[in-house]
């Protein structure tokens, strides 16, 4: 009969603790960033809500991860101060986005009349003379 070899529960059971406590706050950082925003320049429009809202928390998600990867700063997680720290990350990380959404839609509001190609095509020129 031989005896099989198992991981100590102890460590896993921290990982998922240390798992379950990144996602938490993860979320939790890009709900904050969308109130933060949203309390600042309050959106006029429902659909312009929505859209600036999923953007942000997609790019506070999405962004942070990025960010989080990219520099390799998993190994934070690994007490509660990293933590906090990665949830500041993810945090900043959506404010672009909120930034972006605002501007297009100021943008797009001023110039009515103009259609998507014709909008794209002036941001070019003013972008690139």
């Keep these: 009969m031989s005896v099989r070899e198992m991981t100590e529960p102890a460590s896993?059971?921290?990982?998922?603790?240390?798992?379950?406590?990144?996602g938490v706050l993860g979320a939790l950082a890009a709900v904050l960033?969308?109130?933060v925003v949203m309390a600042m320049t309050l959106p006029k429009t429902v659909r312009e809500f929505?859209?600036?809202m999923i953007s942000t928390v997609v790019?506070?998600?999405?962004?942070?991860a990025f960010v989080i990867r990219w520099?390799?700063?998993l190994h934070w997680a690994q007490d509660d101060l990293g933590l906090v720290a990665l949830a500041g990350l993810i945090f900043v990380c959506g404010l672009p986005a909120w930034v972006l959404v605002r501007a297009w839609?100021?943008?797009?509001?001023?110039?009515?009349?103009?259609?998507?190609?014709?909008?794209?095509?002036?941001i070019k020129q003013a972008v690139w003379k």
């Excluded at 059971?13 to 990144?22: D, E, I």
């Excluded at 790019?59 to 942070?64: C, D, F, K, P, V």
């Design 12 to 22: 896993t059971a921290v990982g998922g603790l240390a798992l379950y406590k990144l």
């Design 33 to 35: 960033v969308t109130i």
């Design 50 to 52: 929505v859209v600036a």
């Design 59 to 64: 790019s506070s998600l999405a962004g942070g």
């Design 71 to 73: 520099f390799d700063l």
């Design 105 to 122: 839609f100021a943008y797009a509001e001023l110039r009515k009349d103009m259609s998507l190609p014709d909008m794209i095509r002036e």
